[in-house]
């Protein structure tokens, strides 16, 4: 069955320091890969995408995933990370049924940013 | 452009009751996505309306229901509330069917309590 695994549950930063959050999906075809952001009490943001091609994508925000297939990953990355990036993030994997599709969810990273 | 709405932003209902919400989708967007979000669940996956027309359903009871309307406007009822029915209902649009290479763009969510 499909899925998505974010290991860290809560990751705690400096700011200014480095970020990678971790992604592990399980997909069958060639997957289609989202990372989303998720202020308190708002939607859920697009910040990136990972459809073909290149495998390092770049998206809002100082934001860029990377595409591993040998690894089923698809971490997000940001080398410097300021105080408003304290959110949760969400990554996804479309996956098409019958004659429509849903996106499936990890169950989230809480990053919290240190002054 | 408008992103996607959704009304009302707030709810709260009692045990028994039913409630609709509203999404307005992007504009030229056909696709409408409505996803719940609870602490203890995650984001799951509710319908998807293409064309006013349920294209997939994920794992709710019957008392979840939806439809959608010839300029994609959606809307969701639940019958019969459960406490367990408290959650951020999110709606997302996109371009296409979900699943496929189109994103999909989130609202603001509505939340509703039930008591």
């Known amino acids: 069955a499909q899925s998505v695994t974010q290991p860290d549950i809560h990751i705690t930063v400096s700011e200014g320091a480095s970020l990678e959050l971790r992604c592990n999906y399980s997909y069958g075809a060639t997957p289609y890969l989202f990372w989303y952001v998720q202020s308190p009490g708002q939607g859920l943001q697009l910040l990136l995408k990972?459809?073909?091609?290149?495998?390092l994508v770049q998206g809002i925000k100082g934001f860029e995933a990377e595409f591993k297939r040998s690894q089923s990953s698809f971490n997000l990355r940001k080398p410097s990370v300021h105080w408003s990036d304290a959110a949760e993030y969400f990554c996804?994997?479309?996956?098409?049924?019958?004659?429509?599709?849903?996106?499936?969810f990890g169950q989230g990273t809480e990053l919290s940013v240190k002054p | 452009k408008a992103g996607v709405t959704q009304t009302p932003r707030y709810l709260i209902k009692t045990r028994g009751q039913q409630v609709t919400l509203s999404c307005s989708p992007i504009?030229?967007?056909?696709?409408v996505s409505w996803y719940q979000q609870t602490p203890g669940q995650g984001l799951q996956f509710l319908f998807e309306?293409?064309?006013?027309?349920?294209?997939n359903k994920g794992n709710f009871p019957g008392r979840f229901s939806g439809r959608q309307f010839s300029n994609s406007r959606s809307e969701m009822n639940v019958s019969t509330l459960e406490l367990g029915d408290s959650a951020l209902y999110l709606c997302a649009s996109s371009l296409g069917l979900a699943g496929y290479s189109y994103e999909q763009y989130f609202g603001p969510g509505t939340r509703l309590t039930v008591t």
């Open positions: 309306y293409f064309s006013e027309t349920q294209r």
């Open positions: 996804a994997v479309a996956a098409t049924y019958n004659q429509g599709g849903k996106l499936i």
């Open positions: 990972y459809f073909s091609g290149d495998t």
């Open positions: 504009s030229g967007h056909r696709s």
